[in-house]
């Protein structure tokens, strides 16, 4: 593995072990200030302020005692300063609003990365969940 | 409008004219020989090859009549040959596997693009649909 390749790669499994101890204050610095990102619903949060917020609220109920897990990563470069990392992931331990329990679920993260000061920081986000057996979306 | 701006927002609008006239065709050449696609369901198509074959197929069954109009385009640039366009769309006329109408859905689409010999082409797509009045996906 090359270095950049390592150290886009190692910015996804950051991305995972913060989610993984629920600290959103170092997950959010992981995010460029202008960066956005769209969840698995549609979710789309412009600016790394709110990405941390939507993450705070739902590690606090929805995600608080879940676990999420990197399963590969696919690291490519259009230019030397930017990356695409997609990685397929499972999510365990996550629980409906009301609280009860819910089976693992499985999707893929797609992440833009940029380099700036030599540092790889996430500038834009989108998840999709992975629903077997169908072409589309399902109705 | 920018120059750039239009001509990545055009691109984008183009992936719906190519959808609404069922062309796939022209659809694979907004892409690059290199581009990954991953649908609403998680599909991850891998090559332009592979994104017109699961096209052609879709649109010869579960798209054949279906409308796609994009409502909005938000376009940035991470480098200058690089462009992140993020739309949100609503897709009409799609039927289910056994061929029943099926009522209008919403997603937003992020599709990366990469500038070579003064022409934009598609690099990455992620698309993911919308689901209203949830914060993660009801399972």
Same mark, same amino acid.
């Given at each position: 593995m090359s270095d950049t390749v390592a150290e886009v790669t190692q910015v996804v499994h950051a991305f995972a072990e913060c989610w993984n101890r629920h600290d959103m204050n170092a997950f959010a610095e992981l $995010?460029?200030?202008d960066a956005e990102f769209v969840n698995v619903v549609g979710l789309w949060w412009k600016g790394r302020d709110e990405i941390k917020k939507a993450h705070e609220f739902t590690h606090a109920?929805? $995600?608080?005692?879940s676990r999420l897990t990197i399963t590969d990563v696919s690291v490519r470069f259009p230019v030397a300063s930017v990356a695409i990392a997609r990685s397929r992931w499972v999510l365990e331990g996550h629980v409906s609003p009301e609280g009860a329990p819910l089976p693992p679920r499985a999707g893929i993260l797609l992440i833009v990365l940029a380099r700036s000061s030599g540092v790889w920081s996430i500038i834009d986000a989108q998840n999709t969940d992975i629903i077997e057996g169908v072409l589309s979306r399902p109705q």
């Open positions: $995010f460029a200030p109920t929805l $995600f608080k005692n």
